[in-house]
């Protein structure tokens, strides 16, 4: 204690020279004194000075002498007479308890030894700080104190141990390979299986059935201690630690046998403390309710051994071949190969494929030989197994099979790498619906317990690859080709198909094949289901639909039959021109196959221009005021064309069809045609389903009632109207009623079959797509060279291998052999008659204008109604009537009469402004070398690329020669759109 008087009177100090009398039992004394019992209850204690408060400089508080009774002071005077508020006491204090008084001493007080006052009661239960200490001492707990806080602390540890162990639970199995079911495809019946996904499993009822050395085996080199631990292992997880930091190479890691399972078999893989709390109290309570042999056979049954071996009776027979019930004590080596594998089964088991694996991973392998001799020594070293058997086998090897895939031969790989896709594409579709991201997850469903019910019809799968026959091993409906393989032409052929349900969008079957087999083992890329190639004139039918859903257009209505009447794009007053290599000059775009013309020439209906496949016809559609460029890219992409496919761009090439589609693509959307203008997303998978429960877990969004994905994308009068153009190409006077093989067919189904030819640029490939009222099927053509250079098929099965080769004749060919067999199958349901259509235009559009607009469906007509031979229904427009300045505001027009441009030699081209010939300025278009494809295996520069062995993005025609015909969304300002050479697909 200082040996001064307290700084300021407030604590009670000495005696004189105080700044202030404490005055006789004032109010302030008896705040004063309140003051001093609340300090003396709560405040602080310590050594030195002492302020206002009682505290002196140490933090002490000393409280001798301010109780309520009278003290004495020192000079006898009474507490009344005191001065409280001196600045330094006059003297010392006298010894302890005696209360002598010195210059401003305290007085002695009475009741301790040590001269201090009694504790305050709550001193008496913790007494920290520590009462009477000095310095350091002061704050430094007690051996006393310190144990009772360990105590303590302990006793509140394993009251809540014992809390969370009460009220824990063991769940129900959540990783149904410990369960025993792994996650399987089956086709559209639900039952039938065609291939697993991630899991090889065979799981064991009983443990007996293990050889004890397995059991063994597996307990030396993960927890040696299983037999007797109580299912949890602390030091473990030190020994784990203490591994990992010196590296010391120890078998065996932090987690018993029991934890392991729990981990693998009862939660989730997460890396939380929860989740290792939850391991610890399940891991505990399991060991209480359950023989350490339930728990082993647990865990062998569960845990993943590579190559899509789940389970020890999987593993056995993957690499041993045969199960584990046939095994025996003999079997060390077999059992310590075994158990080796856990630690890293993904790495180990490809180092172990066959003999060239191990030489071309030397790391993997090596680390895999010392895992397993180091359980060999562990067997002997506890008791497991002698030390004279585990020896001969250090550094050998058991002999082990070499690894084979999955049988995933002819279409079987195709099916599940296509329904795979679906479920991924799925997930990035619909990335807020939370059934979709747990359901459809690939990683989740490899671990078992599902089962996924795709789209996929085995019988029509069969049937696919009977109807490719009609083209490898068949004659040519259209022009009695045959394949030879002579040939130059019949060889690097890809043909491909696919079949999909208008009524739900489910794609039924597919056909991916090159030079006679579908075979996934040698080619897996599926072109029926990815890539794409240019479609040709089967796009025209999304252009009258779009045209007559403006309102303005019936299939009545006129367009110009031939290219004599030029065309602009909007905002031009330049015509756009080709240069026709065959003639030698320069000529309006678009030229129609072949130089064919409407029976009467000049103009002519959207029906029979559809029926013909008429370029010049759905070029000036798209052109007109009333339809638009936006318009049909609109269209297309409601009925199913994503953004981003090669070449679907608004160009006015776009009608004849210069994007990039695939075959699945093209067949769904002619099923919004068949099914009264209803678009569906396409879907090959319609349900995962919980083997466990058997409850159905997910289906897609565009299976789901009011999920807002299948739309009304055109009334059906409009869809009726397209089907009905699309049934005349079948009948005489139409391109594929040519095709002796489909006119046969179509008058077998009382003419209620639909569809459209289709032939490219350059003749890179053909098509035929086409629908019944129960089932669209599109068919593609085309060749490439192994480096994915597509080439022409000109010549495919002819011995005149300058024959042209369209859609009326090959594709046209599989089709009907296709839709024969299926009619076949159900007379009278697969081809019923088509809704009648009404020649009618509301004078209204009805455009769908941004992606997953819905339109009214409106009403079909009660019976088939007569058209107009000119389309001057009322509201409809009868003849459009080219103009280099397009109406803002598009009405109605009468047909009229208009003198043809002539035609001008280079390098002069046609000035409608002037109405003559003049020269064009050279521009850097006009001089660029381009290059007639010439189907001797060169790279055709305005060809598309093809899709290779790998989902590549096929190159494009426009993006490639912005300048082609057709491919220029505005008109250049200098000069005419083009003089290039290169024609725009036809047929």
């Known amino acids: 204690m200082s040996e001064h008087g307290s700084r300021r009177g407030g604590g009670g100090g000495g005696g004189s020279r105080g700044r202030r009398s404490a005055g006789g039992g004032g109010f302030s004394d008896k705040l004063d004194g309140l003051a001093h019992q609340l300090s003396g209850m709560f405040g602080k204690r310590g050594a030195g000075r002492r302020g206002d408060d009682g505290y002196d400089e140490y933090g002490s508080y000393d409280d001798r002498g301010y109780g309520e009774e009278p003290y004495d002071d020192g000079y006898g005077a009474e507490p009344a007479d005191v001065a409280v508020g001196g600045r330094r006491g006059l003297g010392r204090r006298t010894a302890a308890g005696s209360g002598g008084a010195g210059r401003g001493g305290r007085p002695g007080g009475s009741g301790r030894k040590d001269g201090l006052p009694p504790k305050d009661w709550w001193m008496k239960f913790i007494n920290y700080p520590r009462y009477g200490k000095r310095g350091w001492r002061h704050w430094m707990p007690s051996i006393k104190q310190v144990l009772s806080i360990f105590l303590g ?73 299983f037999w007797s631990d109580p299912g949890v292992s602390f030091t473990g997880v030190a020994r784990s630690a203490l591994n990992d930091l010196f590296g010391s190479g120890g078998t065996q890691g932090g987690s018993t046998i029991t934890q392991q399972y729990v981990k693998n078999a009862y939660l989730s893989q997460d890396q939380t403390l929860g989740r290792k ?95 397993y001799n180091a359980i060999l020594a562990n067997m002997s070293q506890y008791g497991f197994v002698p030390k004279t058997t585990t020896a001969p086998l250090e550094n050998k090897l058991p002999n082990v099979i070499d690894f084979k895939g999955p049988n995933l031969g002819q279409y079987v790989g195709y099916m599940k790498d296509a329904a795979t896709a679906f479920l ?80 739900t969008g489910e794609l039924k079957s597919f056909y991916t094949g090159t030079d006679g087999k579908e075979d996934y083992g040698s080619n897996a890329f599926n072109y029926a289901l990815q890539g794409g190639v240019q479609v040709g004139s089967t796009f025209k039918p999304i252009t009258l639909a779009t045209a007559l859903q403006s ?72 052109l007109d005021p009333a339809v638009g460029m ?62 466990r429960t058997g409850q159905t877990v997910w289906t897609p969004p565009a299976l789901r009632s009011n999920s807002g994905v299948n739309k009304q994308v055109m009334s059906v009068n409009t869809a009726a109207g397209v089907t009905n153009a699309l049934q005349s190409v079948l009948q005489k006077g139409g391109t594929a009623n040519a095709n002796h093989d489909a006119a046969a067919l179509a008058a077998e189904a009382n003419y209620n079959l639909a569809g459209k030819t289709g032939t490219t640029d350059s003749n890179h490939s053909a098509w035929f797509t086409g629908f019944s009222t129960s089932l669209a099927t599109s068919v593609a053509i085309f060749r490439s060279t192994a480096d994915g250079t597509l080439e022409s098929i000109k010549g495919l099965g002819y011995n ?47 455009i769908p204008s941004f992606p997953n607009q819905s339109v009214a469906p409106g009403t079909l007509a009660s019976g088939s109604l007569p058209g107009t031979p000119t389309g001057s229904e009322a509201n409809c427009q009868s003849v459009f009537v080219p103009t280099p300045t397009p109406t803002p505001t598009p009405t109605p027009t009468k047909p009229t009469t208009s003198t043809q441009a002539p035609l001008c030699t280079l390098p002069m081209v046609f000035d409608p402004a002037s109405q003559q ?47 082609q015909p057709g491919c220029q969304t505005t008109s250049p300002t200098t000069s005419s759109t083009s003089s290039l050479s290169g024609f725009p697909p036809a047929g």
């Open 800 to 846: 005149d291998q300058s024959t042209r080769i369209n859609g009326m004749d090959w594709p046209t060919t599989v089709w009907s052999a296709f839709m024969k067999i299926e009619l076949d199958k159900n007379k009278s349901g697969f081809a019923k008659p088509f809704p009648p259509y009404a020649p009618t235009c509301s004078g209204v559009s009805d």
């Open 153 to 225: 602390f302990l006793f509140v540890v394993i009251g809540g141990v014992a809390y969370v162990y009460a009220s824990t639970q063991i769940p129900q199995v959540k990783n149904s390979i410990a369960a025993g079911n792994p996650t399987y495809y089956t086709y559209d019946d639900g039952k039938e299986q065609f291939a697993n996904i991630g899991v090889n499993y065979y799981q064991v009822n009983d443990i007996n059935t293990i050889p004890k050395v397995f059991q063994n085996a597996f307990v030396a080199a993960e927890n040696y201690s």
């Open 277 to 371: 709390v939850n391991e610890i109290m399940i891991s505990i309570k399991l060991n209480h309710t359950e023989s350490k042999q339930q728990i082993l056979l647990g865990y062998l049954n569960q845990i993943s051994f590579g190559r899509g071996a789940y389970g020890i009776d999987a593993a056995s027979r993957a690499y041993f071949g045969h199960p584990i019930n046939q095994m025996t004590d003999a079997n060390v080596g077999e059992a310590a190969f075994l158990a080796a594998l856990v630690n890293d089964p993904s790495n180990f088991s490809t180092a172990l494929a066959n003999g060239k694996a191990r030489t071309d991973n030397p790391k993997t392998f090596d680390r895999f030989e010392k895992r």
């Open 917 to 963: 010939c003049v020269v064009v300025p050279p521009t850097s278009t006009d001089t660029s070398t381009q290059q007639q494809p010439t189907g001797t295996g060169t790279s055709n520069p305005t060809g598309p690329g093809q899709p290779t062995t790998s989902p590549t993005t096929p190159s494009s025609r426009c993006s490639r020669n912005p300048q």
């Open 551 to 622: 309102g303005k257009f019936s299939l009545d209505s006129q367009e110009p039959g031939t290219n004599e009447k030029p065309l602009f794009l909007p905002g031009s007053k330049q015509p756009i021109t080709f240069y026709d290599t065959s003639l030698h000059k320069t000529a309006f775009w678009p030229p129609n196959e072949d130089e064919e013309a409407p029976p009467n020439g000049g103009s002519t209906t959207l029906k029979q221009g559809l029926a013909m496949s008429l370029n010049s016809v759905f070029a000036a559609l798209e």
């Open 630 to 691: 936006d318009a049909v890219y609109n269209m297309a992409e409601q009925l199913g064309i994503k953004p981003g496919t090669p070449d679907f761009l608004k160009v006015a090439s776009l009608t004849l069809g210069t994007a990039e589609i695939t075959p699945m693509r093209m067949a769904n959307v002619y099923g919004a045609f068949a099914n009264g203008g209803v678009s569906h997303e396409p879907v090959q998978v319609t349900a995962i389903i919980d083997q």
């Open 424 to 503: 991924a594409a799925q997930m990035q579709e619909y990335p807020s619906d939370p059934t979709t991201q747990k359901y459809a997850n690939i990683d989740n469903l490899s671990k078992g317990g599902y089962k996924i019910v795709t789209t996929y019809n085995h019988v029509m799968m069969n049937d696919s690859v009977t109807a490719a026959n009609a083209l490898w091993t068949g004659t040519s409906g259209g022009g009695g080709g045959k394949l030879n393989p002579k040939h130059a032409s019949d060889h690097d052929i890809h043909l491909a198909f696919a079949s999909v349900d208008p009524h």
